[in-house]
């Protein structure tokens, strides 16, 4: 399931580059796998906790594969989500001093989920932590974006609806990054037994008055 919502990921990035249609249209098709693993996957933790007794170490380990499969089937509505917008503007001229920004967050973001699923799959919480510990890299291209965008549809009008759909590109990108995050902790808590209770290391500007993420928060 991990290597389908990486790969859904970075198949998302390259629809919005290359404005490859039937990329993006084989992609949307392609989620429904991740809708059926996800429920899958929560059927057999449901039942390991149901029907076993499972010991505290076999508790955490069907709890974190639980909230593991939530995190990545979000990761693949949010590719989902990014791909109907490259069909959408597969269709209009591009906002070109932008395209490479998007193009550097969106390998950035895949590249960081990468890397916390191949932590994950070695239960190395060191190499987890590390990208946990990087999440405000992925913030601070949003924010860049973001600004950018803003200026430009500003002075420039007829780049407002493709830079309308950028931003929700970037922010669907940045809320995988989350995942990739919430993906750590969850591996924390699996071989700790004990949230992390640390903040995460960045305060999004755009974002500073909401509410930090908890444990393996999903919300897309």
Same mark, same amino acid.
């Given at each position: 399931?991990?290597? @389908?919502?990486?790969? =859904?990921?970075?198949?998302?990035?390259?629809?919005?580059?290359?404005?490859?249609?039937?990329?993006?249209?084989?992609?949307?098709?392609? /989620? #429904?796998?991740?809708?059926?693993? =996800?429920?899958?996957?929560?059927?057999?933790? @449901?039942? @390991?906790?149901?029907? =076993?007794?499972?010991?505290?170490?076999?508790?955490? &380990?069907?709890?974190?594969?639980?909230?593991?499969?939530?995190?990545?089937?979000?990761?693949?509505? #949010?590719?989902?989500?990014?791909?109907?917008? &490259? #069909?959408?503007?597969?269709?209009?001229?591009?906002?070109?001093? @932008?395209? &490479?920004?998007?193009?550097?967050?969106?390998?950035?973001?895949?590249?960081?989920?990468?890397?916390?699923?191949?932590?994950?799959?070695?239960?190395?919480?060191?190499?987890?932590?590390?990208?946990?510990?990087?999440?405000?890299?992925?913030?601070?291209?949003?924010?860049?974006?973001?600004?950018?965008?803003?200026?430009?549809?500003?002075?420039?009008? /007829?780049?407002?609806?493709?830079?309308?759909?950028?931003?929700?590109?970037?922010?669907?990108?940045?809320?995988?990054? /989350?995942?990739?995050?919430?993906?750590?902790?969850?591996?924390?808590?699996?071989?700790?037994?004990?949230?992390?209770?640390?903040?995460?290391?960045?305060?999004? #500007?755009?974002?500073?008055? &909401?509410?930090?993420?908890?444990?393996?928060?999903?919300?897309?």
């Amino acid at each position: 399931m991990g290597g @389908l919502a990486e790969a =859904q990921v970075v198949d998302a990035v390259d629809a919005v580059i290359r404005r490859d249609v039937p990329l993006a249209q084989a992609l949307i098709v392609r /989620d #429904l796998r991740l809708d059926d693993m =996800q429920a899958d996957i929560e059927r057999r933790a @449901l039942a @390991l906790i149901a029907d =076993q007794g499972p010991s505290d170490e076999d508790l955490r &380990s069907a709890v974190s594969t639980f909230k593991l499969a939530m995190n990545l089937e979000r990761c693949g509505d #949010l590719a989902r989500n990014i791909a109907k917008r &490259s #069909l959408v503007l597969s269709g209009s001229d591009p906002v070109l001093p @932008l395209m &490479s920004a998007i193009e550097r967050m969106g390998r950035l973001v895949a590249a960081r989920l990468h890397e916390v699923l191949d932590a994950y799959a070695a239960q190395e919480i060191d190499a987890a932590m590390a990208v946990w510990r990087r999440d405000e890299e992925v913030d601070e291209h949003y924010e860049s974006i973001f600004r950018e965008l803003l200026t430009l549809m500003a002075n420039e009008p /007829d780049t407002v609806a493709p830079g309308a759909h950028l931003l929700f590109i970037a922010k669907n990108l940045e809320r995988i990054g /989350d995942h990739a995050t919430n993906i750590a902790e969850i591996l924390h808590f699996q071989i700790t037994g004990e949230e992390l209770n640390e903040p995460r290391p960045k305060v999004s #500007l755009l974002e500073a008055d &909401s509410p930090r993420p908890g444990f393996g928060d999903a919300t897309p």
